[in-house]
């Protein structure tokens, strides 16, 4: 006999942070959601280390972020890189942006395992029919091609039919859904990476307070991430060129001759042992992972996360990107659900900031790779700067907290007023405790902050300051020229009301 069909509003394809977010917004906002899992939670992920945007903006208009709070993941306050040809390594802090001084100026390094399930389980709690061990292998599509539901295989491997108003493709790099949304999948000219990882225990700590923090060390093939998930546990990857590793293997002895030749993480493993057992006893590989679809959504289907794009691991973007996305799909949906604007309306600016979002991070990356250059090169010399203002410094936290989109939903619309005179203090702060940018590789820094994009972005970050100072209540301008702005609650759209003087 014919499978029963059900019917539900929204159907979620993936249990990741980006299916999570999506899923429990649309439900808090009263509609019926079906997420859809391959996996038994706890599954692995790589990932690890989070933006304070993701923690205190997406995780508390979820209303996860107490749970999160309790889990006792490790504090990152920042991050510490050894970059460019300079041997001197510098910190930089979250403290140091305005958006996040003060209580939001932390994020946390976390075991997906463990940050993944607290998500999903959120997303049941909140109302969404989680159904996990279901793999979806396929799309439903009504005459005129619009997809219009799912098939998937339970775990005693029978197959279901869900019909839904919206599929949300959140299932990941592997996704086969996304080209259902009419756009195709395009790699990256530029980020042409591959990554080899695995974990250690006993590893050392960076002094406090930036114990917590993740170590990016540049050696001569590529750079390696230090990430220290407890005080035994740290997760340890290189990120060297495709070119330069063409036949790679995901062994032991690989790793371990990249760590070889990167002196600071070397010593901070000196003592160190491999996990050889359990999840993260394996040794991993990882490729062809930056990419872009050319279309987000479309044809009744809309893609969040690694599904529609990642860029690359280095500052840590891709949960930012997922969960951001995720808010920013529910806000649309709910939209047009609701019966408020049309889909090409919604869809618009569900799009228009994804991709924003999406291309001054993948500029921003492009330039600190680019810090690589030998030093005598044209390049190099042409954009040097020699003394970074306090402004710039903060924009650049800013941006690497997740905060360059200045949304009140990702930082925390409380403290929207006080923000821009804690930023100022916060900053001298944490300039006097870090020596700030002013070391010789902090002066490298500079030749990134004349990239145009990065420019845009310091602007804005300083508009953005502007507007805080003189209290703008939490009202949003648009983003986007003739876009929409955030509801009262974060959870929809609406049109931008003219403001009188
Ligand atoms: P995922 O977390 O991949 O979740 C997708 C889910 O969908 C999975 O649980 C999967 O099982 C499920 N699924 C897949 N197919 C199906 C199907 N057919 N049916 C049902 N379910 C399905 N990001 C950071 O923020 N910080 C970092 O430090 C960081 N380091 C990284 C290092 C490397 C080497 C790489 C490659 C990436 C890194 N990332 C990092 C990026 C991060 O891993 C991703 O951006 C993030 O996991 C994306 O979340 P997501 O929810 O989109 O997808």
């Not at 960076?206 to 998930?229: H, K, Q, R, T, V």
């Not at 944490?430 to 940018?437: C, L, P, R, S, V």
């Not at 145009?452 to 983003?479: F, I, K």
Request: aromatic letters at 10%; hydrophobic letters at 40%.
């Amino acid at each position: 006999s014919a499978p029963a069909v059900e019917n539900v509003d929204v159907v979620v394809v993936g249990g990741g942070p980006g299916g999570s977010t999506v899923a429990t917004l649309l439900a808090k906002s009263g509609h019926r959601v079906i997420q859809l899992e391959k996996e038994t939670f706890p599954r692995y992920q790589i990932g690890e280390s989070l933006l304070p945007s993701t923690i205190h903006g997406v995780c508390r208009l979820l209303g996860v972020e107490e749970k999160i709070k309790d889990a006792g993941f490790m504090p990152k306050r920042g991050g510490s890189f050894r970059w460019g040809k300079n041997p001197v390594p510098w910190n930089f802090l979250f403290a140091i942006s305005p958006e996040f001084a003060g209580e939001g100026s932390y994020a946390y390094q976390v075991e997906r395992m463990k940050f993944d399930q607290i998500l999903l389980e959120h997303s049941a709690s909140s109302g969404v029919d989680v159904r996990q061990n279901c793999r979806v292998n396929g799309t439903e599509q009504d005459e005129r091609g619009r997809v219009v539901g799912v098939r998937y295989v339970d775990a005693d491997r029978v197959e279901h039919h869900v019909r839904a108003g919206y599929v949300v493709d959140a299932s990941g790099n592997t996704t086969r859904l996304s080209k259902h949304a009419g756009g195709e999948r395009i790699y990256s000219d530029f980020f042409q990476n591959v990554a080899i990882f695995g974990y250690f225990e006993g590893g050392k700590r960076l002094p406090a307070p930036d114990s917590g923090n993740i170590l990016c060390a540049a050696f001569d093939e590529g750079w390696i991430w230090y990430i220290p998930l407890t005080d035994e546990l740290t997760s340890v990857g290189a990120v060297i060129s495709k070119s330069k590793a063409d036949r790679l293997d995901a062994q032991e002895s690989t790793l371990r001759g990249y760590i070889d030749r990167c002196a600071i993480v070397k010593d901070m493993l000196s003592d160190a042992t491999r996990v050889t057992e359990g999840t993260y006893g394996q040794i991993r590989l990882r490729k062809d992972y930056s990419y872009a679809n050319t279309r987000f959504w479309g044809n009744g289907m809309v893609l969040v996360g690694d599904a529609a794009c990642f860029i690359d691991p280095v500052f840590s973007t891709g949960v930012h990107l997922a969960t951001y996305s995720g808010v920013l799909a529910a806000r649309s949906i709910n939209s047009v659900l609701s019966g408020a604007m049309s889909e090409e309306r919604a869809f618009g600016e569900f799009e228009g900031r994804y991709r924003r979002e999406y291309a001054v991070f993948y500029e921003f990356l492009s330039a600190f790779y680019d810090m690589e250059q030998s030093e005598d090169s044209y390049f190099w010399k042409a954009r040097r700067v020699t003394n970074l203002d306090r402004t710039d410094l903060a924009a650049f936290v800013s941006l690497v907290a997740g905060g360059y989109s200045g949304e009140d939903v990702l930082t925390d619309p409380d403290q929207i007023v006080e923000k821009f005179t804690a930023s100022t203090r916060a900053l001298t702060d944490a300039t006097e405790k870090t020596g700030g940018m002013d070391t010789g590789s902090g002066q490298r820094m500079g030749h990134m902050f004349s990239a145009p994009v990065v420019r845009d972005v310091m602007e804005e970050m300083n508009a953005l300051q502007a507007r805080s100072a003189v209290g703008s209540n939490g009202v949003e301008p648009p983003l986007l020229e003739g876009g929409l702005v955030p509801s009262a609650d974060g959870l929809a759209w609406a049109e931008p009301v003219a403001v009188t003087a």
